[in-house]
């Protein structure tokens, strides 16, 4: 079994595709995330798993002042590339866990889509360690839900049970009123307030090509053996195609969770 730093990982191995293939964030959701976590023009923030900078850039966009991180080298280079015209944004190439806190808290610690992939024994510590006073620590969510072309993702299903031994049968995608609000961890740590959170509900049309190219993004899938990933993408591919019109519609909840660093 893979453990979550070699899962991480392989996004470095399809950079360009991943920030070709995965969706941006919608402007409802950014709207709370600068309203709530109180971002503003040269607002210092730590952005933990910037990826190929999906939310770095429309944050530099608000003036802060940024210091991103991501453990991929290829990843880093694409969001350095998009982040150029803002100098006021440091992106490196590290792990949260192993990089050293500046003696300068931030303002906010912000992290989209990658705070399951931190140590749960580090992550709300160091992200608490990390903030001034009153600060605030901001994650975004990303699950899939059920809606869409809904019939599509039940069907698909016979491919995973096919090429993915880890496929469990009968499972269906959560619909979002089943995915509950967590801050337990935060509320456990005693580090923080109150958990505010936002939820987004929203959905993309894929083509064929672009759906299997989101799909190569997926740690998932790309720890499947070759022949299996191929496997699974033609099968996938063909039902698209044949069933569907060459086009699907696929359903994403965002959830935003912002809580501000206790006794601040």
């Given amino acids: 079994?893979?453990?979550?730093?070699?899962?991480?990982?392989?996004?470095?191995?399809?950079?360009?595709?991943?920030?070709?293939?995965?969706?941006?964030?919608?402007?409802?959701?950014?709207?709370?995330?600068?309203?709530?976590?109180?971002?503003?023009?040269?607002?210092?923030?730590?952005?933990?798993?910037c990826g190929t900078g999906q939310l770095t850039v429309p944050l530099a966009q608000k003036g802060c002042e940024i210091v991103a991180l991501d453990i991929g080298a290829a990843m880093v280079a694409v969001a350095r590339r998009k982040l150029a015209a803002y100098p006021n944004v440091s992106v490196i190439t590290a792990?949260?866990?192993?990089?050293p806190?500046?003696?300068q808290h931030f303002d906010v610690v912000a992290t989209a889509t990658a705070?399951?992939?931190?140590?749960?024994?580090i992550r709300v510590h160091k992200?608490?360690?990390?903030?001034?006073?009153g600060g605030a620590l901001a994650t975004i969510a990303t699950h899939h839900i059920a809606g869409?072309?809904?019939?599509?993702?039940i069907e698909a299903q016979e491919c995973y049970l096919k090429w993915?031994?880890?496929?469990?049968?009968?499972?269906?995608?959560?619909?979002?009123?089943?995915?509950?609000?967590?801050?337990?961890?935060?509320?456990?740590?005693?580090?923080?307030?109150?958990?505010?959170?936002?939820?987004?509900?929203?959905?993309?049309?894929?083509?064929t090509?672009?759906?299997?190219?989101?799909?190569?993004?997926?740690?998932?899938?790309?720890?499947?053996?070759?022949r299996s990933l191929q496997g699974l993408l033609d099968c996938i591919g063909c039902l698209i195609d044949s069933r569907y019109g060459g086009k699907i519609v696929k359903r994403y909840l965002n959830e935003l969770r912002v809580a501000r660093l206790a006794n601040g």
């Fill in 101 to 103: 806190l500046p003696n």
């Fill in 148 to 153: 869409g072309t809904a019939d599509f993702f």
């Fill in 115 to 121: 705070f399951h992939w931190l140590d749960p024994a």
């Fill in 164 to 207: 993915d031994p880890s496929t469990q049968p009968g499972f269906r995608l959560p619909t979002a009123s089943g995915i509950p609000a967590d801050s337990e961890e935060l509320d456990r740590s005693s580090r923080f307030g109150p958990a505010i959170f936002r939820r987004h509900e929203w959905e993309k049309e894929y083509s």
């Fill in 1 to 49: 079994m893979s453990c979550p730093r070699e899962l991480r990982a392989t996004f470095d191995e399809v950079a360009e595709l991943y920030d070709r293939a995965r969706p941006e964030y919608p402007q409802e959701l950014l709207a709370d995330l600068v309203k709530l976590a109180g971002i503003q023009p040269g607002c210092r923030l730590l952005e933990i798993g």
């Fill in 95 to 99: 792990a949260f866990e192993d990089w």
């Fill in 127 to 133: 992200a608490a360690d990390a903030l001034r006073p």
């Fill in 209 to 226: 090509r672009a759906y299997l190219d989101a799909l190569l993004t997926y740690s998932g899938h790309r720890t499947l053996p070759e």
